[in-house]
Structure formats: structure tokens, C-alpha cells
């Protein structure tokens, strides 16, 4: 591959423009330059995709040759690996995030982590036996079968688009499934630059991956999540974004995967290292706080939260942010004009409802373009106002006080989402026991990190439906079926 971004389409082995010919602009959110245009995939190119994927479902061996699957899988690792250094400025480009990141989650360590997946093809039991069983005065034989859902809709959003892309690709992939993806219009090339990797580096069959990038952000997604032919829905994005999609494969009744947002609580208990934790939450301005999973309530203990709420404002007028190629930022600018605008809206009714702003509060002025926003730290939040409860997907932490343990496991759980949350305690016991009370799909106990190829990653309540990544995550890519067998 050039170092220049893929501005095609993949749909049934070819890159391809739009069938209507028409493109849309790549945007950086640092500069507000357009950096490339994108083929603009429609409803007809879905459409294409669709079939094609239904096609190598069907009719060829893809879904059953385990063997062939794992050998072109590792080749589509090793070709990424071996790219990386080429994707590496056109994704810091179109999304915005600092390239520190991009040696880390954000593209470096996915790829490696996508061969857990491709070894899951020999860890899983593609059949087993029950054994005998009476049933109505016979007795049968059953065999259990997994077996791939079909053709898979990949529908990912353009916070971590490279990373939750080959989230998705990886275990369907390797599970025997055929995929249509449609990335963010924000962030097309992070999936688009897989496409020209899989046609031309790997010997990955026509039909099996398909990509369809659009400027529109809804409607050729809808085609996707409405089509008879699509078995199963696999959604990384907003909580009203995942409603639609579940509304809307109801229609066919498809298998609804869906990781969506969060509104995590970072618990600090009254014996905590106070320097350590001013330091972490400082850390939810990584990336312009644009992470699902970033804990952006902070649970102080009344006891002691003058004292911590001193360190986390010294904390946080040191983020280093600013230019995005710079390796010393933690921080770049929002993804686009409408995000940076409803952040600023937030944080304007944040100071309306009464929450004191310590740090920050508003646009970062010092940068003549780009979507940047200071970060910026809220004091004596309540509990119940739109700050403590709604997703801001921007550099903002929101102090909230609690009296004991109990409240404050009280206010981390009244919250509608699910996904993550910390705890740090002097005492690993009493942390861990805080942990296990919290309604979240993943928690960090004292600095631990829950992340990794084989951990299990997804939300409870509005956060989502089902598991990325670990045995978990695999198996939400399989059917299975059971076989009665007369007993011999
Ligand atoms: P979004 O929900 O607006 O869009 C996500 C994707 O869905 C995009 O590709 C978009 O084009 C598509 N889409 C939008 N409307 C659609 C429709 N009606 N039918 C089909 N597809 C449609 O989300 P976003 O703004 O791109 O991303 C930010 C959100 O994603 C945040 O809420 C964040 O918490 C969430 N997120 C969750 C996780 C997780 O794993 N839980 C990870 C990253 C981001």
C-alpha cells in the first residue's frame, strides 16, 4: 500500500467508487482542512455489499473451512502489522486523536490482540456430545453444533474507529461469518484502509468483507439493519443510535449485538492515595474524553474532598493538549463542529443547574482552528442533574460528594448506564468489595487495567446488549444447534 489513505469502497472483492459517483470530505478536526474525499456509498452500494456477503455465506466454504479461515486471517494480521506505520497519520488525521494513543489502543496494540480471535478457531468446541437422553419412550443421542450466524452488519462509530473495527472483524471473521462494515462518516479511512489491505494483500475470498463508507450517517445504515438478508447486527455507538437499531432489526428479527454508552463512576474511598487519584482523573481528558469507558463521575468522600479536589484542579490545569501529531499531548479536538457545540452547550447548563466550574469551561481559544475544548473540571455536582447522568463525550469530570460507602455505591449505580466504573482504596479487600456491588460491565480496582484481547468488555442497563473480545465476545458470532441422533 502507498502511504496515501484508500478513498474506495469494498464490495464483493473490488474497490470501488460510489455507483452514483459522488464522494464526501474527510475533515480534519484539528485543522478544519478537508484531507481527502471518500467514496459516498448509497443504498444501491449496500445494497451490492449485501448480497455479496449473503452470496459467500452460501455458497461457498468460508463458513466451514476452519483451516483456510486461519491461515488468511494471520495474513491479514501480518499485512496490518506490517501497514501500520502508513495508517498511523491519516487516522491521528480524520479522528483528531493524539498520536500517543495510536501506539497504544487506538492502532498498535489491536492488531496483535486480533490473533486471540483468529486462535479462538481451535479453542472452540464446534461439536460436542450430550449423550443419551429418554424422550417420549425413546432414547436419542444429542450433538451439540456451533455453527456461524451468517452475514453479519457491522455498524461502528468514530471515537476508536480503526480499534472497534477489527473488534468486530476479527472474532465474526474467524467464526465463519461474512461482514458488511459501515463506519462513521467522520471516520471512513480507518475502515476503508482495511479494505484495500484485504483486496490486495490477503487472500481473503470476494464477498467475505465488504466495506460501504458513507457521508450520510443514518440512512445506509438503515438499509443495513432493515435487510431481510443480514442475520445479525453487531453496534458499537450512542444508547439512542442502539434503541433504533434494536426497533429496527425487530422488524426481521435479527440478532442485536449492541456496545453503547456509559456515564462511569470513579469511586474514591476515604483511604485512598490522593496523588494517584487526582492523577487519574486528570486521565479523562485522554483523547478529549471521547471513550465510552472513561470514568467521567469522580465519588469524593466528604471527609476528605477539599483536599482531593485541590490536587485534581492542579491536576487538571497541567493536561498537555493541542496538536494531535504532537507525542506529548494527551489530548487533540473534538471530532467535528457538532460535537464541540453540544459539548460547550453541556457545559453552559452545567454552570445553569449550579455545578461550580474549577478548571477550564469552555472553548480553548489559544488555537486559531480545530474543534478544541479546554478540559475543563465541575465541583458539587448533583447527582441527579444532566451533568451527573448524561454522556458528554468531551474533556469534563464531574465531582460528585458522598457521605459513607454505601451512598456512594448509592450514586455510582443511579445512573441509566452500565459500562464501567474504579474504585481505589488503601485496602484491596474493601476495594474489591465496592467493585462487586457496582452495575457496570467492567470495573478497575485500585489502577488495574480490565482491558485485553480475552477480556470480556460491554455494558449493563442502557449500556448495551451482549460482550466484545474474550470467549464471550466470540460466541456472540455463533449459533448453535442441536442434532437428536438415535441412540445406538
Ligand atoms: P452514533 O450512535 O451517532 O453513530 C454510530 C454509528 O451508527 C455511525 O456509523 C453512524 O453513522 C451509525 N448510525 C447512526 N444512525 C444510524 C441508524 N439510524 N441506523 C444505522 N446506523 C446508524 O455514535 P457516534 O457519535 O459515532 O459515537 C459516539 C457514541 O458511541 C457515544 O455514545 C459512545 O459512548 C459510544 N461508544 C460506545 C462504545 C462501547 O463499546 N460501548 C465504544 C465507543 C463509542
Not at 442497563?461 to 438415535?486: D, I, M, N, Q, W
Request: glycine fraction near 10%; charge should be negative.
Amino acid at each position: 500500500m502507498t502511504a496515501a489513505p484508500e478513498s474506495r469502497l469494498l464490495i464483493d472483492g473490488v474497490l470501488t467508487e460510489a455507483r452514483s459517483g459522488r464522494t464526501f470530505p474527510n475533515v480534519n478536526p484539528a485543522t478544519e482542512e478537508v484531507v481527502g474525499e471518500v467514496a459516498d456509498g448509497g443504498v444501491e452500494d449496500m445494497d451490492a455489499a449485501i448480497a455479496a456477503a449473503r452470496r459467500a455465506f452460501d455458497e461457498t466454504d468460508w463458513s466451514t473451512n476452519r483451516e483456510f479461515r486461519t491461515r488468511v486471517l494471520h495474513q491479514l494480521v501480518d499485512a496490518l502489522d506490517r501497514h501500520k506505520d502508513d495508517l498511523r497519520p491519516h487516522i491521528v488525521a480524520e479522528v483528531g486523536c493524539p498520536v500517543m494513543l495510536t501506539h497504544a489502543v487506538q492502532l498498535d496494540s489491536c492488531i496483535p490482540d486480533m490473533r486471540w480471535d483468529v486462535d479462538a478457531i481451535d479453542r472452540i468446541e464446534w461439536e460436542s456430545e450430550l449423550g443419551v437422553h429418554e424422550f417420549m419412550g425413546m432414547r436419542s443421542n444429542r450433538l451439540v453444533l456451533r455453527e456461524p450466524v451468517g452475514v453479519v452488519g457491522a455498524i461502528t462509530p468514530w471515537n476508536f474507529p480503526f480499534m472497534l473495527n477489527v473488534s468486530k472483524l476479527a472474532p465474526a471473521l474467524a467464526a465463519g461469518n461474512t461482514l458488511v462494515l459501515k463506519p462513521a462518516p467522520d471516520t471512513p479511512w480507518s475502515a476503508t484502509m482495511i479494505g484495500k489491505i484485504i483486496a490486495e494483500e490477503t487472500d481473503i475470498p470476494p464477498g467475505v468483507v465488504n466495506i460501504v463508507a458513507s457521508g450520510d450517517k443514518a440512512a445506509v445504515g438503515e438499509v443495513l439493519t432493515g435487510d431481510p438478508r443480514v442475520d445479525m447486527i453487531s453496534f458499537t455507538g450512542s444508547t439512542g443510535v442502539g434503541k433504533r437499531i434494536m426497533a429496527r432489526g425487530a422488524e426481521t428479527v435479527k440478532k442485536v449485538f449492541l456496545e453503547l454508552g456509559g456515564k462511569s463512576a470513579n469511586i474514591i474511598l476515604d483511604d485512598a492515595d490522593l496523588d494517584g487519584v487526582a492523577m487519574g482523573g486528570m486521565m479523562i481528558c485522554m483523547h478529549a474524553g471521547q471513550g465510552c469507558a472513561i470514568t467521567t463521575r469522580m465519588l469524593l468522600p466528604e471527609s476528605r474532598y477539599d483536599e482531593a479536589v485541590e490536587k485534581l484542579a492542579g491536576a487538571f490545569a497541567m493536561v498537555p493538549y493541542g496538536d494531535p501529531t504532537d507525542m506529548s499531548n494527551l489530548m487533540g479536538p473534538l471530532v467535528n463542529r457538532a460535537q464541540y457545540e453540544r459539548v460547550l452547550g453541556m457545559i453552559d447548563r452545567a454552570k445553569a443547574d449550579g455545578a461550580r466550574c474549577l478548571v477550564g469551561g469552555g472553548p480553548a481559544t489559544q488555537f486559531e482552528r480545530g474543534f478544541f475544548v479546554q478540559p475543563t473540571l465541575f465541583v458539587d455536582v448533583d447527582p441527579d442533574s444532566g451533568l451527573a447522568q448524561d454522556e458528554v463525550f468531551g474533556p469534563v469530570l464531574a465531582v460528585i460528594k458522598y457521605r459513607d460507602d454505601d451512598d456512594a455505591v448509592r450514586i455510582a449505580n443511579n445512573s441509566r448506564y452500565g459500562l464501567s466504573g474504579a474504585v481505589s482504596s488503601a485496602s484491596l479487600d474493601r476495594a474489591l468489595g465496592v467493585a462487586r456491588r457496582i452495575r457496570t460491565g467492567t470495573v478497575s480496582v485500585n489502577g488495574g487495567a480490565w482491558f485485553g484481547p480475552d477480556s470480556p468488555f460491554g455494558g449493563y442497563k442502557e449500556s448495551g446488549v451482549g460482550r466484545e473480545h474474550g470467549l464471550a465476545g466470540f460466541e456472540e458470532y455463533l449459533e448453535t444447534k442441536t442434532v437428536g441422533l438415535p441412540a445406538t
